[in-house]
T-cell receptor, first 116, second 112 residues
Framework: DTAVSQTPKYLVTQMGNDKSIKCEQN?????MYWYKQDSKKFLKIMFS???????INETVPNRFSPKSPDKAHLNLHINSLELGDSAVYFC???????????????FGPGTRLTVL | LAKTTQPISMDSYEGQEVNITCSHN???????ITWYQQFPSQGPRFIIQ???TKVTNEVASLFIPADRKSSTLSLPRVSLSDTAVYYC?????????????FGQGTELSVKP
């Protein structure tokens, strides 16, 4: 009964490769997000999708391309991986309606990406 | 979005009440104050959100003074399992499309 799931949990790859991280939520939420947490533990939003439409893009390099096939899924594809892409990537979802807000986001377990 | 300032770290002992204060001098009228908890190797978890005065749930209490320029997260009778990083965030929860700005957080260490 996992609310927000991500695969894989760990990803080790070489510079220059292309990789994808998948995210699925079974909460029925309309909005999904990708965050990056670096080695200093700073958590920064990268993208936000609402009903499969991009609503936030925080000046992320265009090597990063989110794709939302439906509102329950938001996948992150990364081209030409660089050393600086090494981080933990978190997917999250939320639903803003009466009694809740966008600020109540449910996070996945994270994907630790290591670029060698 | 309003910037927040909170202590980098705090130490406590089991059974004590812990209060973590966050400053947000530039909070806007539509902004709410939200706190998240993050355990090592896990994603952040929503704890509590408030606009003014006091909010309490089964996990914590949130105290917000009248000027709203600061807030205090109160954890009653902490246990070892409360050791985590606590983030204070300020923003409009209904019109920003979900843009949460996380600061550096407060690393709480609970000792036996």
């Amino acid at each position: 009964d996992t609310a927000v799931s991500q695969t894989p949990k760990y990803l080790v790859t070489q510079m220059g490769n292309d990789k994808s991280i998948k995210c699925e939520q079974n909460l029925g939420h309309d909005t999904m997000y990708w965050y990056k947490q670096d080695s200093k533990k700073f958590l920064k939003i990268m993208f936000s999708y609402n009903n499969k439409e991009l609503i936030i893009n925080e000046t992320v390099p265009n090597r990063f391309s989110p794709k939302s096939p439906d509102k329950a899924h938001l996948n992150l594809h990364i081209n030409s991986l660089e050393l600086g892409d090494s981080a933990v990537y978190f997917c999250a979802s939320s639903q803003a309606n009466a009694g809740t807000s966008y600020n109540e986001q449910f996070f996945g377990p994270g994907t630790r990406l290591t670029v060698l | 979005l309003a910037k927040t300032t909170q202590p980098i770290s705090m130490d406590s002992y089991e059974g004590q009440e812990v209060n973590i204060t966050c400053s947000h001098n530039n909070i806007a009228t539509n902004d709410y104050i939200t706190w998240y908890q993050q355990f090592p190797s896990q994603g952040p978890r929503f704890i509590i959100q408030g606009y003014k005065t006091k909010v309490t749930n089964e996990v914590a209490s949130l105290f917000i003074p009248a000027d709203r320029k600061s807030s205090t997260l109160s954890l009653p009778r902490v246990s070892l399992s409360d050791t985590a990083v606590y983030y204070c965030l300020v923003g409009d929860p209904y019109n920003q499309g979900g843009k949460l700005i996380f600061g550096q957080g407060t690393e709480l260490s609970v000792k036996p």
